[in-house]
């Protein structure tokens, strides 16, 4: 049986520990195993960043920078062995993982320009002879602990600003899905970076909580399911950590009777069922407003239901593959019945799917559900799954309250041509991101990525200059050169610059 180890600098985790299965979603086999690691491994890792650290950060910001532009062209030049390595642990299509890798790497394109990012603010002459400036130092050794549903981009987001910034990094990602974070650190490594810079250590809540009190770790960054994000926020910064924490989603897509139709439909599908709606972006509620848009949006998607075809994650025509773990397709089969409990109308039934030859899979047919309340259990909770549930609004202001009142405040998208309801829509409702016509509206690395309410706690959004903020601290300058002539006298009064 293949083992997958920590990667920490001159440290293994060794044989007879703890270990976690790591299957193939497509076959239902364990692949390998994966070390779960304890307080030692994470000491030796310290312990390494320690030593890095410190000439890492006295490193000018351009020398910086190449590591980050050579690293992103190694990610490019490996693009498809990625692709197909985070398939085969996650379960998602190669082209689909693509785009997870591709999503990490602008955020690396954004850490490449860090000289410029990072130059601090200068006052000349803020009072008589007096200087004012400020400078964005690292924070020293900082930690991420991620998802399984985005093991490339979502590490990325992490360690790229942080080590851009002059950070140190330690990797705590899902261990479902162990291997690509294993293989960015490789591909790290031969951009140039020093070894011990960006370090992973696998595990489970035993490495989570050492990592959470360690008191050499200077901040963690957090993405995951809301409880645990709500546990690590709390138990991170009783230990005097700075603390961002990401959590989970229930995204609405509203359909405005004015909404272009067959894009609104297109955009639906793909954003509900891609990745076998295991993404924190996904938009598994659709609130077509008024009857007659909802009468026309339940007849094209359940033609458009129909028509999709789970499949591997290497079939080029599957628009989407297994889900990650065979508990995580028995969680999802049991919200559907639910949700069937609580009287919503299952109108396409997505359980029991079998794949011919991959029997067993951990497959998930795509479900549709309509007259789903904001009532019903299966409405307030996430599914994470292949699953759509239409709750129909009568009005503008019945559809923007149902995202704004949900738990969760991640994304939300709303189809109209009217640019006034979109406008009106975009200032007030109560979510952190929103889309105009796009399903996923996930900002671009230059501007940052971060939910509201339960599905964020903490301050500061992942990468763009959020990223920057989050991992740097500012230091404040007051400077005086005199000339050397001394007054002699004290001052008792608060100084001012009048
Ligand atoms: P998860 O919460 O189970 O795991 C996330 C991380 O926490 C993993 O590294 C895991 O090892 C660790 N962990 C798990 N249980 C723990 C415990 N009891 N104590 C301490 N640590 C623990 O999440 P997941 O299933 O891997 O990912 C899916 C979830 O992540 C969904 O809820 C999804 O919405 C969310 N997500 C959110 C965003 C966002 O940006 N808001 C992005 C992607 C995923």
Known sequence: MRIIDHRIAGHSGGAGGRQSDVFDPN??????????????????????AQEVQPKWAATNPQRRSRVMFKFKQLLEDNMQELAELLASEHGKVVDDAKGDVQRGLEVIEFAAGIPHAQKGEYTYGAGPGIDVYSMRQPLGIGAGITPFNFPAMIPMWMFGMAIACGNAFILKPSERDPSVPNRLAELFLEAGAPEGLLQVVHGDKEMVDAILDHPAIAAVSFVGSSDIAHYVYNRGVAAGKRVQAMGGAKNHGIIMPDADMDQAVNDLIGAAYGSAGERCMALPVVVPVGEKTAEELRERLIKAVNALRPGVSTDPDAQYGPVVTAQHKQKIENWIQTGVDEGAELVIDGRGFKLQGHENGFFVGPSLFDHVTPEMESYKEEIFGPVLQMVRANSFEEALELP???????????????????????????????????????????????GWKRSGFGDHDQYGMEGLRFWTKVKKVTQRWPDGGASGDSAFVIPTMG
């Open 404 to 450: 704004s009142k949900h738990q969760y405040g991640n994304g939300v998208a709303i189809f109209t041509r009217n640019g006034h309801a979109a406008r009106e829509f975009a200032q007030r409702v109560n979510v952190g991101m929103v889309g105009i016509n796009v399903p996923i509206p996930v900002p671009v690395s230059y501007h940052s990525f971060g």
């Open 27 to 48: 076959t239902g086999e364990v692949q390998a195993k994966v070390n779960l690691g304890t307080q030692a491994d994470l000491e030796a890792a310290i312990a390494k």
